[in-house]
């Protein structure tokens, strides 16, 4: 069986075929992530509208955010506004705080029905 790019790389890596290049590899490699995420942040805000009712999903923190629901009250760039259907009480020793919305970028979202 053949190895895949990624598998060729990997086994490249542990057999210190890079050693003398590691941080360059792990930049490069870095650099092309944090693109694509970016690229797929910019596709999905792109097909989410104002009033979209959506629910927060992905790796997203803190981690009481996650199953979240509301409507997308804006979206700027890839980052989007949600109205939170029900707000979020946060307490600590001597303050109560109530979250009614929140940002997230759009990459941790997913358009759910009402």
């Not at 360059?24 to 694509?36: G, T």
């Not at 999903?57 to 997308?72: A, D, E, F, Q, S």
Request: hydrophobic share 35%; glycine share 8%.
């Amino acid at each position: 069986m053949k190895a895949t790019p990624l598998q060729a790389l990997a086994f490249a890596i542990r057999n210190g075929d890079y050693d003398k290049k590691l941080d360059y590899v792990n930049e490069v490699v870095f650099r092309e992530l944090k693109e694509r995420r970016s690229e797929l942040s910019y596709e999905r805000a792109r097909r989410l509208d104002l009033g979209d009712y959506v629910e927060v999903t992905g790796n997203i923190k803190p981690r009481y955010l996650m199953g979240v629901r509301g409507h997308i009250t804006e979206i700027e760039g890839t980052r989007v506004t949600i109205g939170l259907e029900d707000t979020i009480t946060r307490t600590t020793r001597t303050r109560r705080r109530h979250i009614g919305s929140i940002i997230v970028t759009a990459v941790n979202l997913t358009k759910v029905k009402p």
